[in-house]
């Protein structure tokens, strides 16, 4: 049987519908697939420390992503940072100065990455980064408004972790929910995408389950597993 590789995101996809609780049904399957010799690897849009906390607690690889893709975490005190936060702040106070109702969201300190309440129009700032030649990015998870340095994604993020751990693209399958998971869909060849994401999300999957956030990854793990051994 060939190792796989699971690239998960957190909120919307390793949670109960709703609240942001871990779905621990979720949290149990995964943990088995690592019993089972598979990596799991957490790649989300909160601080790679949480995702790495979740890891260790949790029983997964002790390496996450965060940040979306702007930061990896894989020790107390080891991370690399792939995004400029001075960037980020620099686009905040021009966004503030144009666009209306913006508001930072209060979250785990971020090493790379600005996270605003979703409170506005995302288009009209993304519009305000571009005419005034910003080297940013901004994506919404459902979560939060991101602001990223630009090239920073979940993709560029998780790239970094198949080279350290000498993952190749066929064994990488990945789960998410939101627009950000997207290019992590494309990071690998296999990707599923959970019952609550939108139409778009579940277009550039791989296949989607039915059921919502956790309960669509243990339904997903349940329909695919089998087939590890093909």
């Known amino acids: 049987m060939r190792r796989k590789t699971f690239a998960v995101d957190i ?19 995964l943990r088995y697939m690592r019993k089972l010799g598979h990596n799991v690897i957490l790649v989300s849009g909160r601080s790679s420390i949480e995702g790495y906390l979740l890891s260790v607690y949790g029983g997964l690889n002790t390496i996450a992503v965060g940040e979306n893709g702007g930061c990896i975490t894989h020790g107390a005190n080891e991370h690399i940072l792939l995004g400029n936060k001075d960037q980020c702040v620099d686009a905040l106070q021009l966004i503030r100065s144009r666009v209306s109702g913006v508001v930072e969201k209060p ?57 350290r751990l000498d993952i190749s693209f066929e064994d990488v399958i990945s789960i998410g929910d939101s627009d950000t998971d997207i290019p992590l869909f ?24 039915q059921s919502h956030a956790g309960d669509g990854v243990v339904e997903a793990l349940n329909k695919i597993a089998p087939t590890f051994s093909e």
């Open 11 to 29: 909120d919307g996809t390793l949670t109960e519908n709703g609240g942001g609780r871990i779905h621990l049904g979720a949290l149990n399957a």
């Open 107 to 163: 979250v785990f300190p971020r090493m790379t990455e600005v996270v605003l309440e979703r409170t506005f129009d995302i288009n009209d700032a993304k519009k305000v980064v571009v005419d005034h030649g910003m080297d940013v990015v901004l994506s919404d998870s459902q979560y939060a408004i991101h602001i990223n340095s630009a090239g920073i994604n979940k993709a560029t993020g998780f790239q970094q972790v198949m080279k």
């Open 186 to 209: 494309r990071a690998g060849k296999f990707s599923i995408a959970v019952g609550n994401a939108s139409d778009a999300v579940k277009a550039a999957a791989t296949i989607s389950v």
